[in-house]
């Protein structure tokens, strides 16, 4: 069954510091989404991307995030200058149509900034 | 109000025993609406996606009230294995999901 990979599964960093979180949609997928979910909280919409572009993002997703599809399968997610707030567990979603198409998740990378 | 709202449980029923979980919404214009389930520090994992006429998968069963703007789950003959974190998820049709906080279940041998 196809599914979501996301790499790494943990990566640990200094205050300041850039990280790049990477995903391997499912190949047959047209889009692609991040969420976060922060220790004990609810599951949070960051980006959705669509046509090499992003299609909607989140108040949460500031200047300091970007996302990029540098190839025809990797999609990753940016954090320029980490901060201690952006500890959290990061998901990787891929769907294969916008609205009523289920997403499917990644296992997750677990950032945590120090 | 929240834009969806689950009780957090804890939920601990015996094994064998029909549980069920409410969720409700806030946005009227919500389309689409999914139950996921989510073991402690994994990922959401889409249990069933609910429709108007309300479907049922195995022991699972989903029903779907839009003029209340409420969601259900049925989990009859409950196992251990089904000891999780139960995710209601509404989208409005455009990409996002939004997710409620969820409600944790515990299936007791």
């Known amino acids: 069954e196809p599914e979501v990979t996301q790499t790494p599964s943990h990566q640990v960093t200094q205050m300041g510091q850039e990280v790049i979180l990477r995903c391997v949609p499912i190949?047959?997928?047209?889009?692609f989404y991040w969420y976060r979910q922060i220790l004990g909280q609810k599951v949070e919409f960051l980006v959705s991307f669509y046509n090499n572009e992003i299609s909607e993002k989140s108040e949460i997703f500031d200047d300091q995030f970007s996302v990029e599809r540098p190839d025809g399968s990797n999609f990753t997610l940016k954090i320029r200058s980490t901060k201690l707030e952006d500890s959290a567990m990061y998901f990787c979603?891929?769907?294969?149509?916008?609205?009523?198409?289920?997403?499917?998740f990644g296992p997750g990378t677990r950032l945590t900034v120090l | 109000r929240k834009e969806v709202e689950q009780d957090p449980g804890p939920f601990n029923v015996p094994e064998g025993a029909t549980v069920a979980f409410n969720c409700t919404y806030s946005?009227?214009?919500?389309?689409?609406f999914f139950w996921y389930r989510q073991d402690c520090r994994k990922e959401p994992k889409l249990l069933m996606s609910?429709?108007?006429s309300g479907n049922e998968d195995g022991r699972f069963t989903a029903q779907l009230n839009r003029a209340s703007q409420y969601i259900s789950l049925l989990i009859r003959d409950s196992k251990l294995s089904d000891s999780a974190t139960y995710l209601c998820?509404?989208?409005?049709?455009?990409?996002?999901?939004?997710f409620g906080t969820g409600t944790r279940l515990t299936i007791i041998p």
């Open positions: 998820v509404v989208n409005i049709g455009n990409e996002k999901l939004t």
């Open positions: 979603a891929s769907s294969a149509g916008r609205g009523r198409n289920e997403q499917f």
């Open positions: 190949s047959n997928h047209l889009y």
């Open positions: 609910v429709y108007s």
């Open positions: 946005n009227s214009a919500s389309q689409s």
